[in-house]
């Protein structure tokens, strides 16, 4: 889309009163819109090749890093050449919601409140699920799938800010 020459570039309008934003014509707002949103599409397009980018060089080393440390999923940390790689691997729990109803059934049919383990929505926090007992826990598990989220990589340069 090609812009009236005199829209406001996207460093010019941070630095620009608001007012006289404001005050702008419509058909210069509407352009200085469209000029927005194409930056926005190119800065997206750009942030997920980096993140592909960071995760084509990175997800093989993390993932021995992982591997070394005993966690499936997590942060890590390594260095790669003065630069320190934060490696995120986000886990993601998926309970079979059909599972789930009849183990609470089956908590309330022992007399126990099966709220004090399932959440209304029929899923089970982590932290609620490594706390059962063990036996508990062997009842639980084909409900339970464990996945992982999209990795995320940040890179720390060595004594300097994050």
């Given at each position: 889309?090609?812009?009236?020459?005199?829209?406001?570039?996207?460093?010019?309008?941070?630095?620009?009163?608001?007012?006289?934003?404001?005050?702008?014509?419509?058909?210069?707002?509407?352009?200085?819109?469209?000029?927005?949103?194409?930056?926005?599409?190119?800065?997206?397009?750009?942030?997920e090749r980096?993140?592909?980018?960071?995760?084509?060089?990175?997800?093989?080393?993390?993932?021995?890093?992982?591997?070394?440390?005993?966690?499936?999923?997590g942060t890590?940390?390594?260095?790669?050449?003065?630069?320190?790689?934060?490696?995120?691997?986000?886990?993601?729990?998926?309970?079979?919601?059909?599972?789930?109803?009849?183990?609470?059934?089956?908590?309330?049919?022992?007399?126990?409140?099966?709220?004090?383990?399932?959440?209304?929505?029929?899923s089970v926090?982590?932290?609620?699920?490594?706390?059962?007992?063990?036996?508990?826990?062997?009842?639980?598990?084909?409900?339970?799938?464990?996945?992982?989220?999209?990795?995320?990589?940040?890179?720390?340069?060595?004594?300097?800010?994050?």
């Open positions: 889309m090609a812009f009236p020459e005199n829209t406001p570039s996207v460093d010019d309008m941070l630095n620009m009163p608001v007012i006289e934003l404001a005050l702008m014509p419509p058909s210069l707002l509407a352009a200085v819109q469209a000029e927005i949103d194409v930056a926005t599409d190119r800065m997206k397009a750009v942030t980096f993140a592909l980018a960071l995760e084509v060089r990175y997800s093989t080393r993390a993932s021995e890093c992982r591997h070394h440390e005993g966690k499936d999923t890590i940390r390594f260095e790669d050449d003065g630069v320190t790689v934060v490696a995120d691997l986000p886990k993601r729990i998926d309970w079979d919601q059909a599972k789930l109803a009849q183990i609470a059934e089956n908590i309330a049919s022992a007399g126990e409140d099966p709220a004090e383990f399932i959440e209304t929505k029929l926090s982590e932290r609620k699920f490594g706390a059962l007992p063990e036996s508990w826990r062997k009842g639980f598990e084909p409900a339970r799938t464990v996945r992982t989220g999209k990795p995320k990589f940040r890179l720390v340069l060595n004594g300097g800010a994050s």
